[in-house]
């Protein structure tokens, strides 16, 4: 029998169909079918400048938007070898570890209530909203921030802001128990998750995977270890991995994740406060990046480069690269090829949920159907990403 | 540790003499690349994967390009990851307009499947080999490569009552207020 999940089945996260081919309760055959968020960015981004594309990747992973960013402006950056000052990095750093923790949220609330556990749900989506709010404080929108820019951030970060994320960062440990006990010991979660979608490591290497899921099948690569970006280097941090790499392994590295991100965030917190919590935002390099908004109504020259960059975008030279960064979800990287005009000629997305996704019909066959929900919601996926 | 670029090609010059490879130059390359002839791929590949030294064990990403009016117009791009050293190292093969035919790598590294359906999808490249060249993100009845430069950015029309043939407003009252018909234009 062939059977139909989705494209509008609660537990796929969005819309995506797979068609499961059974054998009584056992999955033959599992094909996933994808593309009906498909928006062609890819296309679109080859219309705007590089400016104009970041509100795009916002759109992608829309659970995630500023890892998102930061992989966007990272390429470009790359692209142009301009490097911005070691207080944008910390800040950088900052958000994206909160979003982090924010996207692990949403993660452990909605698998929880795909597997039955509804109550995680509102617990988890609590600490969410408040970084939804430390996003909204930052860059005025509570979820497509668009706030990094190539060379630094959109404007400096508000005064109040690292005490607020200090207090948050305080309390989230405390949380994240709150949590793990209504989930880690809990015998129905085990019995969901415990040797389910099991990935092998030597599978999740050929496939391609990456994230929690590949460090889940025991894997230790994360990228802010071993290739790494933004000064993670200089950060002190663990790689948690899993063993089995089942739907529980990968819910256990994320929790860890969770906490790891704490830890960053804090040190990130303290290297913010060291370099000032106002100071400069951005390279000081007029041909690519917009001048200071302050140093714009007082010098000539900064007015002309603002005029400049905002009529005709800016003009990396003509060349190509690829740089990515350890998203919630997985390695996150943008490819650019640039035709040294202000537009991309091409712009590609490795978008770590497609790739996994990929990986589903390895997870469920041979498997039960109740555990594709399982499968697919310890993948983690956002269609808005898959597709694109 | 990571392999030097230059390490990677000689070991790939030394196992594959006859192989004319080319190193891509470029004002901005900010990744070491290779450009390696289409039927040479999967042997390349394959020992890329195995070699005890190399190992490029991951594929992270592939995809297309075209670089219309270049000649040959297309490229295919191939990121490879070692684990071990933290390595990376880019692929290229050029592909001529006519003929936009390469061999699939699926078979070296699994993950290729989906992203040779979605270079197929965008751009028409052929992987020959592939177990099921389908389109991936677009609708199977598309028609054309969206991707490539000389399909052009524009949209349909949303179908309305106001602006589909044969659908006529409800109330003869209603009409004056139906909206003028507005054209689009493609970007």
Redesign the interface.
Known sequence: MTLNMGPQHPSTHGVLRVALELDGETIVRAKPLIGYLHTGMEKQAEYKTYTQSIPQTDRMDYISPLSNNLAFCLAVEKLLGIEPPARVQAIRVLLTELTRISSHAVWMGTHAIDLGALTVFWYTFREREKILSIYEQVSGARMTASYFRVGGLAMDIPGGLLDRCEKFVDEMPAHIDEYESLLTKNPIWLARTRGVAIVSAKDAIAWGLSGPILRGSGVSWDMRKNEPYSGYETYDFDVPVGKVGDAFDRYQVRVAEMRESTKIAKQAIARIRELGESGPYRVRDFKYVLPHKEEVKTSMEALIHHFKIVAHGFFPPAGEAYAAVEAPKGELGFYFVSDGSARPWRMKVRSPSFINLQALPLMVEGGLIADVIAAIGSIDIVLGEVDR | MAITPERIEERLRERFPQVAFEREH??????A?LVVPADALVDVCTFLRDDPELRF?????M?G???MPRVPRFET?Y?LLS?ET?T?F?LKVRLPEEQPVVPTVSGV???A???ER?TYD?YGIVFSGHADLT?????EDWLGW??RKDSP?GYEEVAFTHNTPGRTVPDPALKKLAPKKVKYRA?
Request: charged share 20%; glycine share 8%; net charge negative.
């Open positions: 470029g004002e901005a390359l900010r990744d690349t064990a991951m594929l992270p990403w995809g390009v075209d670089y791009i990121n684990l933290a990376r880019t590294w699994p993950t499947g989906w992203h979605e965008f389109r991936i993100l677009l609708p969206p991707l950015l970007q």
